[in-house]
């Protein structure tokens, strides 16, 4: 409508970005958190806007973990560059927490899911 992508779609961009990461880096898609018994959950999100991108633009976007703390909670730092000019558009940080899917509860990241993880 004002000839720019809308702030909800910048969220929407770091999730499929992270979903690649997650698969492509660690070797864990998406789907097998799922077919484990957990999920990933946003507990906290803040984006801080720099310059819009208007529809037709390409965009990059970057993530990486910033903060492993306890329970499941996971800090994802990000920053979405405009792909024709370099320029930053938005950068910020998602908090997720791990849940089971069965309860809807925190649960502990399974030893299994933090070696996947770890460097």
Known sequence: MNGHVHSAKYMDY???ARFDQMDRCYGIPFQEFIEH???WVVKRAELEY???LKLSDEMRV???VSKVGIRGAVSV???IFNHGTSKLCCS???DYVMI???TGRPV???DWIAEKYSI
Do not use: C, N, Q
């Open 92 to 94: 910020g940080e998602f």
């Open 50 to 52: 720099k310059r819009s």
């Open 108 to 110: 502990d990241i399974p």
């Open 100 to 102: 089971s899917i069965e």
């Open 14 to 16: 770091v999730f499929a």
């Open 77 to 79: 730092a990000f920053k």
């Open 37 to 39: 018994g957990y999920s």
């Open 62 to 64: 970057l993530t990486h």
